[in-house]
């Protein structure tokens, strides 16, 4: 099967918003995006993301959806893939690291990305053996934490 990868536009935002509602799915995730939020999100005032997404027989059968990351640490920029996507069909034939390169050129070109960090729930073996096959390290000196909406209004003194 042939596959076609390029930066998402404005007007692919449903079928962007499909396939993330896929993978939400699958990871028995809650999915409350609509179309109309990553149009905001993504092509607003200030576009907040960027994403890859692989075409085949006029459908999406991959996406990667990434946004810029700066590591104080390693003194330059980055990209954080917070959704890596394939179709069941077009598993096993190399999309996965093909939307992964194509997100660091897009990443390097857009923000001057010289790395690419992301996260892999527990529960998910197989992406974790194919981000080990990758190259991946685990960051395990580093535990995720999320202030959510609620919290972040209050943090922020509002009601």
Not at 15 to 28: H, K, V, Y
Not at 115 to 130: E, M, Q, S, W
Request: aromatic share 8%; charged share 30%; hydrophobic share 45%.
């Amino acid at each position: 099967m042939e596959m076609t990868l390029r930066v998402a536009k404005a007007g692919d935002a449903e079928a962007l918003n499909d396939a993330l509602r896929q993978l939400s799915e699958t990871l028995g995730d809650d999915h409350r995006a609509t179309a109309d939020d990553l149009r905001r999100l993504g092509w607003g005032e200030n576009p907040a993301f960027r994403a890859m997404l692989a075409w085949a027989d006029g459908a999406v059968v991959g996406v990667s959806f990434y946004s810029p990351y700066v590591s104080t640490m390693r003194g330059m920029a980055g990209v954080y893939v917070s959704d890596l996507w394939t179709a069941e069909v077009v598993r096993g034939q190399g999309l996965g690291p093909r939307l992964l390169a194509e997100t660091l050129r897009d990443a390097e070109a857009v923000w001057g990305a010289r790395f690419l960090k992301l996260d892999v729930y527990h529960t998910n073996p197989d992406a974790r053996r194919f981000y080990d096959r990758l190259g991946f390290r685990p960051a395990d000196d580093l535990t995720k934490m999320i202030l959510e909406e609620a919290e972040s209004t209050a943090l922020k003194g509002e009601t």
